[in-house]
């Protein structure tokens, strides 16, 4: 009877056992990630002031300042146009021709590659169009816009989309080319509508294509703009970077690259925070976003 007692004991311990098992494992999984990012920002912390270093020690020595600056200038020069609000003054039309001009590209790129996969041989017939103007340089097109559309914002926004709009196109089609017809299929005999198994099915599988493009096209968005702003503006970080080059003012060249730089990586910063709302299905470690 005693032998029983304790072999019920025993049975009814093992729940608790798994339990407890599974609990270290993830605390264990959880210190081991913790471990690894913490050594992946070490590594880009040495990365980064190996480079500065490197820099500081070539500037005047290796090359010459007028060509490279150094990195103390820099951030005085950086420091200086934040102090005066030339950088302000200038950044926040930059920020909104970027803005309209990824947002234009972006929506467009979207309607224009679910338009395309809706429509039966659409695909096929527009490929090679798409394919030869996404060929075309886009910084030449740059003063046909200015020609067409002024020196105001306008040309600065439509340079920006065309930059957004072939890569989240192209992209987008990429990710409603892996859908799996037999899971299509599955979904309509079990009574789903044409618009169902596009929510469900169809955009949840092209979602992580989307979000790449949408992320990988945040500088190409500022770098139409920029470019428009070099050939003709009176404003703007483009035009603010060309007038300090004029001037042989090499570090406020720099400040104006690194005020552009913290943009970028605001917008990318966003971009994830979407990324992980709209995919939180999809394991960071696997996502195509990296």
Known sequence: MAERVRSVETDDSVPGREAEVRRREAANTERQERNRRTTVVAWQILLLSALLAGWWGASGRIVDRLFLSDPVSIAR????I???????????YTLAETFLGYVLG?????LAAVGTWIVP??????????LLAYATPKIALAPLMILWFGIGIVPKVILAATFVFFVVYLNTMAGLGTVSGGLVNVVRVMGATPAAVFRKVVLPNAMPFVVAGLRITIPAALIGAIVAEFISSNRGVGYLINAASSRYRTADVFA??????????AMNAGVSALERWWLP???????PLG
């Open 77 to 80: 020069a950086f420091w200086r």
């Open 82 to 92: 934040v102090v005066d609000g030339s950088l302000w003054f200038h950044l926040r």
């Open 106 to 110: 972006a929506s467009s790129g979207l």
């Open 121 to 130: 041989g659409a695909a096929p017939a527009l490929r090679p169009l798409i």
């Open 256 to 265: 104006g690259i690194l005020g552009l730089l913290i943009v970028v990586l």
């Open 281 to 287: 299905w999809v394991p960071r470690e696997r996502s």
